[in-house]
Nanobody, 123 residues
């Protein structure tokens, strides 16, 4: 069994900061790319930021310059530092990772998702 567990969400005022964490655990053979997505009420889930095993990153235009994604491969953890938060950033944030299961490593890597953490930006 593989699990992704997010933490760090909450309520913050406009202009404030939050740091999300997502730790992968369980029967892990290898982890590939990791990413953060978000979904606001009535909207589709959208990619916020992604990071490869080598550390290359990509961001949605709406968060460039404000959000930073990073990872600690030794801890199987990905982070999202969110600065200068805006009300439009309000959403449930989901962690995503490509993971090969230790029980069947030759089967390749599969998509895993966390349960989501709520981020609310409001005064």
């Amino acid at each position: 069994q593989v699990q992704l567990v997010e933490s760090g969400g909450g309520l913050v005022q406009p202009g404030g900061s939050l740091r999300l964490s997502c730790a992968a655990s369980g029967s892990i053979f290898s982890i590939g790319s990791m990413a953060w997505y978000r979904q606001a009420p009535g909207n589709q889930r959208e990619l916020v930021a992604g990071i490869t095993t080598g550390g290359s990153t990509n961001y949605a235009d709406s968060v460039k310059g404000r959000f930073t994604i990073s990872r600690d491969n030794a801890k199987n953890t990905v982070y999202l530092q969110m600065n200068s938060l805006k009300p439009d950033d309000t959403a449930v944030y989901y962690c995503n990772a490509l993971i090969a299961n230790r029980r069947s490593p030759l089967a390749g890597q599969f998509d895993y998702w966390g349960q989501g953490t709520q981020v609310t930006v409001s005064s």
